[in-house]
């Protein structure tokens, strides 16, 4: 979702039927500040879509990042809309290649930045994908990044305040990857966390010293971690509230905290819960949470 002027929200979200050889479609409403809605688009597809990212644009619409999931067809759909949630133009980024766009940021809302996985050729393993695309869908350039024998993917991206490029993203099964690349995709840095056991990302955010703090799972809780302005990793916590517990999402509040926003598994009534975390400033975070130590 993006939060919008006077306290308007804009949501992306998916649609199916009980059949699934039949309703797909992608849904965009906007809410006022009451949470009432003021208008909806659903988008009507004849094949299975995922919608997972959205960026205003300068022109006061929206980038809306989408992927087609067909078994046959999987490919990234990119949809341009206007302030009203019609359609400008929807482009795929490649047909020949099988790819996924997991995070969409834009530069100034004419430029804009897709990260996610691509499968080359007849190999079964994924590369890790950056691609940078204008407001008229014209592919400016793409990066992969990826060893044979290795599934590397891009879960989550920022546009810094430099106007350069940090992402987030995984070595299947347990390492962390963090990269930055300037606006024209050259590498700037990169580093990687390894892990004893299976790890996810699912958030990146610029933090206000610059750095920048990641969420995720690992091993059923949900982690923290803290990196500084060149993406060195300097500190981590985690946090299990009742089973299987993972962070999706992140904030920084005014006092420095950090907002997680994610789920847990309640055993008692077996359903799935959302939690909301402030945790304490990250610069007291291994002495008031328990450090991850690589575990």
């Known amino acids: 979702f993006i939060k919008n002027n006077n306290d308007h929200y804009t949501i992306l979200g998916n649609i199916s039927g009980i059949d699934s050889s039949k309703t797909h479609g992608l849904l965009l409403l906007q809410t006022d500040s009451n949470g009432q809605i003021q208008w909806k688009k659903i988008y009507n597809k004849d094949f299975p879509v995922q919608g997972t990212g959205i960026v205003k644009t300068s022109s006061g619409g929206y980038m809306l990042l989408e992927n087609i999931v067909d078994k046959k067809n999987q490919t990234i759909l990119l949809i341009n809309v206007d302030i009203n949630g019609n359609i400008i ?8 290649l099988k790819s996924f766009g997991h995070s969409i940021a834009s530069l100034d809302g004419k430029n804009f930045f897709v990260g996610g996985y691509q499968l080359s050729g007849d190999r079964i393993d994924s590369d890790l994908l950056i691609f940078s695309f204008d407001n008229t869908g014209k592919i400016i350039w793409t990066k992969t990044i990826g060893v044979k024998g290795y599934n590397e993917v891009c879960k989550s991206l920022y546009v810094t305040k430099d106007s350069s490029i940090v992402l ?16 024209k995709g050259n590498l700037i840095w990169k580093h990687s966390l390894k892990f004893k056991n299976s790890v996810s990302v699912n958030k990146i955010k610029e933090l206000e010293d610059g750095g920048s ?15 500084d302005n060149n993406g060195n990793f300097i ?25 997680i926003i994610g789920t847990t598994e309640d055993d008692v009534l077996n359903k799935s819960n959302n939690f909301l975390l402030n945790t304490y400033s990250l610069k007291q975070l291994n002495s008031t949470n328990k450090v991850m130590d690589n575990n």
Do not use: C, H
């Open 213 to 227: 703090a990641i969420v995720g799972e690992i091993k059923r809780n949900v982690f923290l971690i803290k990196t």
């Open 168 to 183: 987030a993203g995984e070595i299947f099964p347990s390492t962390i990857l963090l990269i930055k690349m300037d606006k």
């Open 235 to 259: 500190r981590s916590g985690q946090y299990k509230f009742l089973k299987n517990s993972i962070g999706y999402d992140i904030d920084e509040a005014s006092d420095n905290s950090i907002v």
């Open 89 to 96: 133009w929807e482009k795929t980024y490649n047909d020949s």
